[in-house]
């Protein structure tokens, strides 16, 4: 059979794979403990799930239109009003499958054959393939764990061409966790306002940040930057919604349109029932999300405190989302039952083989020589995990 060049030339998601690893191994009664998935552990929230059994009740169940229904939609508008100081019309807003959608959809309208599109390492493993697979070429942008994984200016200036048409900004970020400043993003925003790309801001976290800051966008601090700014973000990881699948992108007309006739002769509307339990959940108030926030605080504060004292590893401070990012280039050098550990990758295959223990390796990141491990998980998984690694690092010679 022929598979398309399209697809030969991208990966599956490495994260998904883990994971899927992982839960293969636990329903074969093995006891792994899976830091893999990008998926917070708590349930979603009672209100948002009764919305949605009350619209299956009431029989609404059938298509919609495909950026969502207006009262969604205007519920979404309400939300960057009141949150984040952006206006938008009902006709700048599509609600999509999720944020990984809407991503999706942005790059096949923005991206023709050649074109560039700058993606910040270390980066969330979908935005270079999903990139490849509009038939552009990501360009990345390294940023130092000693910056604090984030990029600088002249970073962003130096990998501007002619060809880029996009350039995808992530705080808090997956994986490193990295909360951009205002005058980072300021400084950034300097630098794109000399060129004519569109910005792609992905603000999935914005609501798990521990920093005490107030989250802000590129466009809070560069409102100017509006007619070419695409705002993503979703519930998934605010409300603990990843398998309802609701997410959304705002933006400017033209490319929401362009967006919307992609998503019109693929997915149409996201399911009708899910849009009834976002509006319950952009309307009911942000408490629940502030108690899953001050829970995943108290396991950041745990996992910082257990690789502090683990010999080779070292976790910068994780600001936002559910990630720790730990350093392990000090571990790939040493013996593992007389052989060199040697990589990332190996290091995961060992902890996830011999110590149950599921990681993600650094490198499917853009970042070799780092392991990611999502806290999104109980204390009690933690401790155990956390325990599993240690003894994995006392075991190296
Ligand atoms: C940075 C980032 N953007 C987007 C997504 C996708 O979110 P959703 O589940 O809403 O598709 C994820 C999920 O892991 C993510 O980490």
């Known amino acids: 059979m022929k598979i398309s060049r399209r697809a030969a030339a991208i990966q599956p998601s490495p994260t998904l794979a883990i994971t899927a690893k992982a839960k293969a191994m636990v329903a074969q009664g093995i006891d792994v403990v899976s830091f893999g998935a990008g998926e917070p552990d708590f349930d979603t929230p009672e209100h948002v799930k009764d919305a949605a059994v009350a619209a299956i009740g009431a029989g609404f169940t059938k298509y919609t239109a495909t950026p969502g229904i207006p009262e969604l939609r205007r519920a979404i508008a309400a939300k960057h009003e009141r949150e984040n100081g952006l206006k938008y019309e009902e006709s700048e807003i599509i609600a999509t499958v999720g944020a990984k959608h809407a991503l999706y959809n942005a790059f096949q309208a923005l991206v023709d054959e050649g074109d560039e599109v700058i993606v910040v390492a270390p980066y969330w493993v979908s935005y270079p393939d999903m990139v490849k697979l509009a038939g552009g070429q990501p360009v990345i942008v390294e940023t130092r764990v000693e910056d604090g994984f984030v990029p600088s200016p002249d970073a962003i200036r130096a990998a501007l061409?002619?060809?880029?048409?996009?350039?995808?900004?992530?705080?808090?970020?997956?994986?490193?966790?990295?909360?951009?400043?205002?005058?980072?993003?300021?400084?950034?925003?300097?630098?794109?306002?000399g060129h004519s790309c569109t910005?792609?801001?992905?603000?999935?976290?914005?609501?798990?940040?521990?920093?005490?800051?107030?989250?802000?966008?590129?466009?809070?601090?560069?409102?100017?930057?509006?007619?070419?700014?695409?705002?993503?973000?979703?519930?998934?990881?605010?409300?603990?919604?990843?398998?309802?699948?609701?997410?959304?992108?705002?933006?400017?007309?033209?490319?929401?349109?362009?967006?919307?006739?992609?998503?019109?002769?693929?997915?149409?509307?996201?399911?009708?029932?899910?849009?009834?339990?976002?509006?319950?959940?952009?309307?009911?108030?942000?408490?629940?999300?502030?108690?899953?926030?001050?829970?995943?605080?108290?396991?950041?504060?745990?996992?910082?405190?257990?690789?502090?004292?683990?010999?080779?590893?070292?976790?910068?401070?994780?600001?936002?989302?559910?990630?720790?990012?730990?350093?392990?280039?000090?571990?790939?050098?040493?013996?593992?039952?007389?052989?060199?550990?040697?990589?990332?990758?190996?290091?995961?295959?060992?902890?996830?083989?011999?110590?149950?223990?599921?990681?993600?390796?650094?490198?499917?990141?853009?970042?070799?020589?780092?392991?990611?491990?999502?806290?999104?998980?109980?204390?009690?998984?933690?401790?155990?995990?956390?325990?599993?690694?240690?003894?994995?690092?006392?075991?190296?010679?």
């Open 161 to 193: 061409t002619d060809r880029t048409v996009a350039v995808v900004l992530n705080s808090p970020s997956n994986p490193t966790g990295a909360v951009w400043s205002r005058e980072a993003l300021a400084g950034i925003a300097r630098v794109l306002e």
């Open 199 to 397: 910005i792609i801001t992905d603000d999935i976290y914005e609501h798990l940040i521990y920093t005490g800051e107030k989250f802000i966008n590129i466009l809070n601090v560069a409102p100017q930057l509006r007619d070419r700014t695409l705002v993503v973000n979703g519930l998934s990881k605010s409300f603990s919604m990843t398998g309802w699948r609701i997410g959304w992108a705002a933006g400017p007309k033209p490319l929401i349109a362009a967006m919307q006739k992609i998503q019109d002769q693929s997915t149409s509307n996201l399911t009708s029932f899910v849009q009834k339990a976002a509006i319950a959940a952009l309307t009911g108030g942000n408490a629940c999300v502030e108690r899953m926030r001050v829970k995943f605080d108290e396991r950041r504060q745990y996992v910082q405190k257990r690789f502090a004292a683990m010999p080779g590893v070292e976790c910068a401070p994780i600001g936002g989302a559910f990630y720790a990012f730990a350093d392990v280039r000090a571990l790939c050098p040493k013996h593992y039952k007389g052989q060199a550990v040697g990589s990332d990758t190996r290091l995961a295959e060992i902890l996830l083989e011999d110590f149950l223990v599921a990681v993600v390796p650094g490198a499917p990141f853009g970042a070799p020589g780092f392991m990611r491990l999502s806290f999104a998980t109980s204390m009690e998984q933690l401790e155990k995990g956390l325990d599993r690694i240690e003894s994995f690092v006392q075991a190296l010679s």
